[in-house]
């Protein structure tokens, strides 16, 4: 049986990582949720880091954007297995909530099985154009390295 759990490893935390996510990635979208992709190096030896995000925009009390993306989290923690098991290539992601209102979690996880279907699909189809393109393994796709 394998592990449920969102270790700390699997969470997108660098800053260039995640601009770089924004600035360079691929955005897929399934109301309320957009998800930022990015095929790039990253540390240690997971195939995928995760980021979340909550426009203050939208939510401007810290309470509901918290609530916001603690509910992505375990929407992503409990749908992440059936995608991310048979990945070749390392991917930064960043989901995006879209919406005005706060969800429940119905919503949550229907919008993330859906998104996740869209980057399944969209990583098939990169995987053989990547083939000749791909960055090296210490470099982001704008030609700058990784800082530590």
């Given amino acids: ?63 509901q954007r918290n609530r916001v993306k603690r509910l992505m989290r375990e929407a992503y923690r409990l749908e992440r297995q059936a995608y991310f098991n048979t990945l070749e290539r390392p991917f930064a992601l960043v989901f995006l909530y879209l919406g005005k209102d706060i969800p429940d979690f119905g919503q949550v996880t229907t919008a993330m099985k859906a998104v996740l279907k869209k980057f399944e699909t969209y990583e098939a189809t990169s995987q053989i154009k990547a083939d000749h393109s791909a960055p090296g393994p210490d470099r982001l796709p704008d030609g700058h390295g990784i800082q530590e």
């Fill in 1 to 63: 049986m394998s592990s449920n759990r969102f270790p700390k490893s699997q969470r997108l935390s660098r800053k260039k990582l995640w601009e770089a996510v924004f600035e360079n990635g691929t955005r897929l979208k399934a109301y309320p949720l957009a998800l930022y992709v990015l095929q790039a190096p990253l540390p240690g030896a997971v195939p995928v880091q995760a980021g979340f995000a909550v426009p203050k925009r939208n939510f401007r009390k810290a309470v």
